[in-house]
């Protein structure tokens, strides 16, 4: 399957649950508390008509309506809230762009400053007083067969999503703090940011499921809550509440179908994107909490700081590392900005996290060349691979972040 992704496919069938025939809707998606919608009444006023829908339409919206949830009129947007109140946002006339950029300063919406808000940093340290939280995707280590971002050929070294993130977010925080930036590490080991277990979690992930499933479904189910859901959205509190980071850089690695984890399939195709938050569908925005937070986005105008971020990043992430774009043929995406490596999609990880998120999906794991490199482990300077002469993957991997990240903040910071 082009651009399989076993994480994104669970929690796509974790969604779809929510919608299956027969079973009264829920209103919330699965450990989603319900929404604060109090943000609403403050953003009256903050867009005017064109401009939103610009950016809902463009961005957020794959079906091109939500009518039964989000309606935009001739002079607001009506916002289906809690308990089924609707909410009216006046738009600013055409003409009041002063009023929608007074409006839009960091204060309810947003703890995140843009980079044109921040000082004037000396070349030598574009990243001063950056602050940047890392999020290693997924865990590894003892949990990395759990959440099938494992797979191993025989006797080799075992290729671990968790464990490669965590050697890239581990060589990134020093390199980004040389330049100045404030760096968070989201974790720092295989330990789950999360206090609740799929035991723990069996009740919910129990009370979701349709009925007649098997133990085996049941047990898949609660480690997904676990691994998944509840691990996100600890992480996502983390950003939140106590980091309120300028950035989220969250570190991932793709696949290609790989079959089964002992004696898996390795892939001719190797190939690189990024995501920024958007790409709903309808179905989606009928869960409350999903609803809420996606308006936050639009409300808060991250994408403008997220979109030209990501392509900065990743375009000097394909200058390092010489992958092609990846090209979705799949229907849940929406093409956003210049750069053919960027899309929208909505993740759990860049809805959860109300900041600017780069959201990367460099190398194929199960690729001949990137399945060799991992096997060949960090090492220092370069080696020959296949002809080349190439940097250990995590050094490839990081040295084209900071390099973008870098990049994006001395083009975009106001000049001294
Ligand atoms: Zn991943």
């Keep these: 399957m082009r651009g399989f992704h076993p994480c994104r496919l669970s929690l796509l069938l974790t969604l779809l649950c929510l919608w299956a025939p027969g079973k009264a809707f829920t209103k919330t998606s699965p450990l989603a508390p319900e929404p604060d919608w109090g943000w609403v009444a403050g953003c009256a006023g903050s867009f005017t008509r064109s401009d939103f829908q610009r950016i809902f339409e463009g961005q957020y919206l794959r079906s091109g309506s939500a009518p039964g949830n989000i309606e935009v009129l001739e002079h607001s947007v009506r916002i289906r809230t809690a308990g089924d109140v609707w909410q009216e946002v006046p738009f600013a006339n055409d003409g009041a762009q002063a009023s929608v950029g007074a409006q839009s300063k960091p204060g309810a919406l947003r703890f995140w400053r843009r980079a044109s808000e921040m000082a004037p940093a000396s070349a030598a340290k574009p990243l001063q007083g950056v602050k940047i939280a890392i999020d290693p995707g997924h865990l590894g280590g003892e949990w990395a067969r759990m959440e099938e971002r494992f797979f191993q050929m025989g006797k080799t070294r075992p290729v671990a999503e968790g464990d490669l993130t965590l050697s890239v977010a581990k060589k990134l925080k020093p390199a980004l703090e040389k330049l100045g930036a404030d760096v968070t590490l989201l974790r720092r080991s295989d330990r789950p940011v999360t206090a609740d277990r799929s035991k723990t979690l069996r009740p919910a992930a129990e009370a979701d499921l349709s009925p007649g499933f098997s133990p085996d479904r049941l047990r898949r189910h609660s480690e997904l809550f676990f691994y998944r859901i509840s691990e996100i959205r ?183």
Excluded at 269 to 298: F, T
Excluded at 331 to 355: D, E, T, W
Excluded at 360 to 367: G, H, T, W
């Design 234 to 416: 600890a992480r996502a509190q983390l950003v939140n509440e106590r980091i309120k980071p300028d950035m989220v850089l969250c570190l991932h690695f793709n696949a290609e179908e790989w079959g089964e984890p002992d004696s898996p399939q390795l892939q001719p195709r190797n190939h690189m994107h990024a995501l920024v938050n958007g790409g709903y569908s309808e179905k989606e925005l009928e869960a409350d909490d999903i609803r809420s937070d996606m308006l936050r986005h639009v409300f808060s105008r991250v994408a403008e700081e997220a979109i030209p971020l990501c392509e900065t990043v990743v375009e000097a992430m394909a200058e390092e590392t010489g992958l092609p774009p990846f090209t979705y043929f799949s229907n849940n995406v929406l093409k956003v900005g210049q750069s053919p490596y960027l899309y929208a999609r909505n993740l759990l990880a860049n809805r959860l996290y109300h900041a600017p998120v780069v959201f990367l999906e460099p190398y194929v794991m199960n690729s001949q060349p990137v399945w060799k490199r991992v096997q060949m482990g960090d090492y220092s300077g370069q080696k020959l691979v296949d002809g080349q002469m190439r940097k250990s993957i995590a050094t490839e991997y990081a040295d084209g972040v900071v390099e973008g990240v870098a990049r994006y903040y001395r083009q975009s910071r106001p000049a001294r």
